[in-house]
């Protein structure tokens, strides 16, 4: 080890002409070979990843937060694919050049001198923090200007929407479906999601069990379904279309089939549909407990979990601490 250093370091004085090249060949300076390559090859996939791939990436732009999700993405392929090719360019670059077929291939040298070049050295480490940190300046600015980015903030929301209007749509996770609950249209429940177009829509996510997570893949919402917790997540719908809704968060046997699906329909479909569902689900929607952003489960009672109990007593383990909708007696 120490024989090595001392010979790498009294030799390593010519810069790399140390190979056993013939005397009449000049090598080129293949580092810069290789930087001219990839240049080239990074412009050239980079642009035509960006408009000819770019606005097919997920998830779309059937909202506002899918359109600027899409972007962020794209910017991060972007940013990775130069970084990528580096490493394939310098691969097939040293494959060819110093294979070992190659007549009269000149040894690559590298060693104590690789290690203490400056340039090396003070690139490696300001490329890198380059990308990490603008990238993550990037990311905060894109998750604040876009109320969320569709991701559940919990209950008190502090980046909300500048529209004038908002329409409030409960979903509402338990093993293993999802329902909605509309609480503008007397809190009706629905098996299916419907959406206006062009309307912004509050997503008031919760819970009857377990820790559900709420995945509108092509609205590029995605929020935790916690049971006691109003978790709020923002979209504003953009084009009409269906909707795959997804349990993104393992909740037990069935989780895997725990998907439904919606759509996005004109704003006078929607308020018709909604307005017809009121009056026809009426009967029903009185046996369902009062709307309220969260609702407590029922562990015990024979009744299904939704429903509370409107009879005393309750045990400690029916109403998690929460107060009893009547005192007991
Ligand atoms: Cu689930």
Redesign the pocket.
């Known amino acids: 080890m120490t024989d090595v250093s001392i010979e790498a370091a009294s030799g390593g004085t010519g810069g790399g002409a140390e190979a056993p090249a013939p005397a009449n060949r000049r090598e080129p300076h293949h580092l810069w070979r290789m930087v001219a390559i990839w240049a080239v090859l990074a412009v050239v996939v980079d642009l035509l990843f960006w408009f000819l791939v770019g606005p097919h990436v997920p998830p779309g732009d059937m909202t506002d937060v899918a359109v600027s999700n899409q972007f962020d993405f794209n910017v991060l392929f972007v940013a990775a694919l130069p970084v990528i090719i580096a490493v394939w360019v310098y691969l097939a670059y040293t494959l060819i050049t110093w294979r070992a077929g190659r007549k009269d291939a000149p040894e690559p040298v590298g060693g104590a001198q690789a290690r203490t070049h400056l340039g090396v050295q003070v690139g490696w480490i300001a490329t890198t923090t380059v990308i990490v940190l603008g990238l993550f300046v990037f990311g905060t600015v894109e998750l604040i200007s876009n109320a969320g980015s569709g991701g559940g903030e919990g209950p008190n929301p502090i980046w909300t929407p500048t529209s004038a209007t908002i329409l409030p749509v409960q979903v509402i996770?338990?093993?293993?479906k999802?329902t909605y609950r509309y609480p503008t249209f007397g809190g009706f429940e629905s098996q299916q999601l419907m959406l206006p177009n062009d309307t912004t829509i509050a997503f008031h996510v919760t819970?009857l069990d377990?820790?559900?997570?709420f995945w509108a893949y092509q609205l590029s919402v995605k929020a935790d379904?916690n049971p006691q917790l109003d978790n709020v997540a923002y979209a504003t719908t953009r084009q009409t279309g269906s909707v795959t809704v997804r349990?993104?968060?393992?909740?037990?046997l069935w989780?895997g089939a725990?998907f439904n699906y919606g759509s996005v329909v004109p704003k006078a479909t929607f308020y018709a549909w909604a307005k017809a569902t009121e009056q026809a689900t009426a009967a029903n929607t009185k046996y369902l407990p009062p709307f309220a952003w969260t609702y407590v489960p029922d562990a015990n009672g024979a009744d299904g979990g939704y429903y509370p109990d409107n009879v005393d007593p309750y045990s400690n383990a029916e109403v998690y601490g929460a107060t009893p909708v009547s005192p007991k007696p």
């Open positions: 996770g338990q093993q293993w999802f819970s377990v820790i559900h997570s379904a349990c993104s968060e393992l909740c037990g989780h725990m």
